[in-house]
Each structure stands twice: as structure tokens, then as C-alpha cells.
């Protein structure tokens, strides 16, 4: 059967991980590779790493990061944040990374998803889509962090950027995200039951029982997490314990 | 001491690096190389291949590759295809009709069902066939990583090496003599994947040795 899979993210700012990452055993905790092989070791089955580097000049960084990961770690991974053109994304997958994600980017110009999966492959192009909850019901695509709405419906833009060739969607409730109040379940079940690619979770998970949540009633196929691991409230393969033991499929 | 000097095929499309960087971790001589001569001399030959099954085969055959790798699928070399380098080996694939594949194994690559969500991403298990050499020694259950919509339904089912199940039970590995295809990625498949590659590593120096 195929496993759900448990994804630890690391936002990386100028080719260092930020976002207080601390757990003991590590030398350098804001040091990618180095935790990469950790997060490896422990059982992640995928790694994703956002770029959050605001400066252009440090955007190589980025690209350097992702060939030392490539060679220490072999397991896949993700590259979202700044990726904005197929040029982008080539040179991302040519320096290691398995995916590539889009998020502003698609929004901005939906075609980028089109171009990336025709040159790559559906399955190396992911669409992140950050989504806000409507007052009047539904969910809105927001993008800058929750900042600025786009008056996208979040339901009938993941049916488009799956029809331009998205092969994963990799959806962030921005109601939950950095709330430790567990994933939004409905907003998961709702893009669920309108595209047929796979969809990795995100936002919110503050203990094991939202990952749990995410997997049983979200029927999420990805379960991102940052904080939980991050400070090492819970290692990956006490996630992976904990989900086995509630019958969840995992690669132990 | 370096190992045996392994080609791993070139042809422009996507990450082809990994499985270089993953048979290097295992001291093969691995290199990437696009020039038909280095695949015509090399002890070994790896075709990688992600993305669409006609794209990956346009780009081979554009790149003038498409020789060189069916000498090295036929005349005796350790060979091993991953992911569409495994499905190329087919005589073609519903993915994209109009392009013929390298016709090296017969049979044809075709669709997942519908009633699972595609492409198949992530890690399901591997029931390996008994005797297999690419699947001896893996740890047990096989946890390998998967990222695929289509996948091949060999003719002759005695070349499957391994099968797995998503929608169907499909031929998630096959081996016919030196030719080695695995439909997941060894590369990223962790401990159990690099395991894998060293059975190929190992196959590539006993025939050396011989």
C-alpha cells in the first residue's frame, strides 16, 4: 500500500535554516544539509525547503544548498519559495531537487504551470496554494503570507492548476498556519474531492493527533510539519509510531 | 581504487543527477555523459528518466543517444533503466502513441486505473520476486519511492523482478539477464534504494572479475 508520507519543512533564508530549529545531537542546527541528513535518518520520507531569501543577490545560495543536499541525502525533496519561471525551476531540478514549487508565481501567471510540466513532467511540479477562509463560506488563494487576497476560489484554482499539469498540490491553510491548532480538515477534504493528484498538508500541526487528522479524516497523501519537529517536541519516527499505531500506512 | 566506470545517460531532461550522486555515495565511477562513445566504452550503463514517456524519448533521440543506449540494453553490459528509462525499454507507452520506444523488452507501458489518485506519489512496497538479483538483500517489507502515473505490463511476466500495487498490481521491477529496470527510484529510495544500487554496483564488478 502506498504510505502517507511525513514531511518535515525548513524555510531557508540566505542558505541557513531559520525559524528557530533546535534539537540536540545537531552541531549547527540552522545548517540545511546537516539537518536534511537528520530528518533522513529519523524516517522523513520528503523534505521540503522553502526559500524565503528576500534578497536577489543571496538567490544562488539556494542553488548551492540544493546540490549539497542532493549529495548527502537520497531521499526526495521540494523546492518552493523562489521559484518563479521554468528557468527557475531547471535550474532547481538540474541541481538535485526532485519538485519544484509555485505559488505566487502560478498565480501571477498560471502558464509557468503549464511550461514546468510540459519541459519536466507533472510529477516534478507541485502548486502550493495558501488558502484563507471566506466569512460568507468557501476559501479564498491568498498569497505574501495571507497578506494579499486574490479573489481566486481556493477549490476552482487548485481544478485549474491541476488541469495546466500540476502533479501535487501542497496545501497551506493560512487560518491555521503557525496557530498549533491542527490542520482545516474541511478545506482538505474539499480540494480532495475536487482534484485527483495527490495533496500534502500543511499548516497548524501542533501535536501527533493533527497529523493523525490529517491522514484519516483530511485523506491528505503528504503531512507536512515544522514546528513540531523543528524543537524536537517529537521526532519523525515518533510521528511515524504514533500513525502506524492508529493504523495510518507508513514506511516505518 | 575506484570502481567500475558507470555511464549514466545524459540526454537533458530534468534531474539526472541524483542517480549519479547516489552511485558515487557507493564509490562506483559514476559519471553523467551526453557523448554516445563514453556509453559505448563504459563497463556499465544507467538511463534515468522523468517527466513524459514521448519527451524522454525525443530528447534521447535528439541527443543522438538513442544507438549507444540500445547497444548498451543488448550486448551483455550491466544495464539499468529508473523510472522512464524503465518504461523506454518497452516497445511504447499510452503516455504518447505516436512515439515508439526502445522495443528491448516486449510489451507496453499504460495507465494507472482512474479509481487511485495519479501519479503515484511516495513510498509503497516492493513484493520482491524470489531469485531476483536487483532484490536480493533488501530489507523486508521493501519500502521504495514511487512517482509515476503509467507503468509497464510486460509480455512475458518471467522478466518481472518485482511487483507492486496501486490501483492494479503492476511490474514495479523487471530483469532479463544483465538488463535491470526499476519503475520507483532506487536513488531516492533511502537505505533500501541505495541497497539496490549496490546489487547493480556489485553485479557491474563480479562480471568484471569474471
Redesign the interface.
Known amino acids: 500500500?502506498?504510505?502517507?508520507?511525513v514531511i518535515p519543512c525548513l524555510d531557508v533564508d540566505a542558505g541557513r535554516v531559520v525559524k528557530g530549529v533546535n534539537f540536540l545531537g545537531i552541531r549547527d542546527a540552522g545548517d540545511p544539509v546537516e539537518l536534511a541528513i537528520r530528518y533522513?535518518a529519523e524516517g522523513a520520507?520528503?523534505l521540503v525547503f522553502l526559500d524565503i531569501t528576500a534578497s536577489s543577490d543571496a538567490r544562488d545560495t539556494m542553488v548551492h544548498v540544493v546540490e549539497q543536499v542532493?549529495?548527502q541525502v537520497?531521499?526526495?525533496f521540494t523546492v518552493g519559495g523562489g521559484v518563479r519561471t521554468v528557468e527557475d525551476a531547471r535550474r532547481m531540478?538540474?541541481?538535485?531537487?526532485?519538485k519544484v514549487s509555485f505559488n505566487t508565481a502560478a498565480v501571477n501567471d498560471p502558464e509557468v504551470v503549464r511550461a514546468g510540466a510540459?519541459?519536466?513532467?507533472?510529477?516534478?511540479i507541485v502548486v502550493a496554494i495558501d488558502a484563507r477562509r471566506r466569512t460568507e463560506g468557501g476559501w479564498e488563494v491568498v498569497t505574501h503570507g495571507g497578506r494579499t487576497p486574490t479573489g481566486l476560489d481556493a477549490i476552482a484554482w487548485a481544478e485549474r492548476v491541476c488541469a495546466l499539469g500540476a502533479?501535487?498540490i501542497l496545501l497551506t491553510s493560512m487560518d491555521r498556519d503557525g496557530t498549533r491548532a491542527g490542520y482545516d480538515i474541511a478545506l482538505l477534504q474539499a480540494i480532495g474531492e475536487a482534484v485527483?493528484?495527490?495533496i500534502i498538508a500543511s499548516g497548524g500541526v501542533g501535536t501527533l493527533e493533527h497529523l493523525y487528522d490529517g491522514a484519516a479524516a483530511g485523506g491528505a497523501?503528504?503531512l507536512l510539519a515544522a514546528s513540531i519537529f523543528h524543537f524536537g517536541q517529537h521526532t519523525v519516527h515518533e510521528a511515524k509510531t504514533f500513525l502506524a499505531e492508529r493504523r495510518v500506512v507508513v514506511?516505518? | 581504487m575506484t570502481g567500475p566506470r558507470i555511464a549514466v545517460v545524459d540526454y537533458g531532461i530534468g534531474n539526472l543527477r541524483s542517480a549519479e550522486k547516489a552511485l558515487q555515495h557507493l564509490n562506483a565511477d559514476a559519471a553523467l555523459t551526453s557523448d554516445p562513445r563514453a556509453i559505448e566504452s563504459a563497463d556499465a550503463v544507467v538511463l534515468p528518466g522523468v517527466g513524459a514517456f514521448g519527451a524522454c524519448m525525443q530528447a534521447l533521440r535528439s541527443a543522438g543517444l538513442e544507438g549507444a543506449t540500445k547497444a548498451a540494453a543488448t550486448d551483455g553490459r550491466p544495464f539499468l533503466g529508473i523510472c522512464i528509462g524503465m518504461q523506454m525499454l518497452f516497445a511504447g507507452s499510452d503516455e504518447s502513441p505516436e512515439v515508439a520506444g526502445l522495443g528491448i523488452i516486449a510489451g507496453r507501458v499504460t495507465l494507472l486505473p482512474r479509481t487511485v489518485r495519479l501519479p503515484q506519489m511516495g513510498w509503497n512496497t516492493l513484493d520482491v520476486v524470489a531469485g531476483s538479483r536487483l532484490g536480493a538483500d533488501l530489507p523486508e517489507p521493501t519500502w521504495l519511492y514511487f512517482v509515476h502515473s503509467y507503468a509497464p505490463e510486460p509480455d512475458d511476466q518471467s522478466v518481472v523482478a518485482g511487483w507492486c500495487d496501486y490501483g492494479r498490481r503492476f511490474a514495479a521491477a523487471v530483469e532479463r539477464g544483465p538488463v535491470w529496470a526499476t519503475q520507483f527510484h532506487p536513488e531516492k529510495s533511502g537505505a533500501a534504494g541505495l541497497r539496490m544500487l549496490s546489487n547493480f554496483v556489485g553485479a557491474v564488478d563480479s562480471r568484471l572479475t569474471v
Open positions: 500500500m502506498l504510505a502517507v508520507r533522513d520520507d520528503e542532493a549529495e537520497f531521499i526526495p531540478l538540474r541541481a538535485g531537487a526532485d510540459q519541459e519536466y513532467g507533472a510529477q516534478c502533479g501535487e485527483d493528484v495527490p497523501s503528504g514506511r516505518p
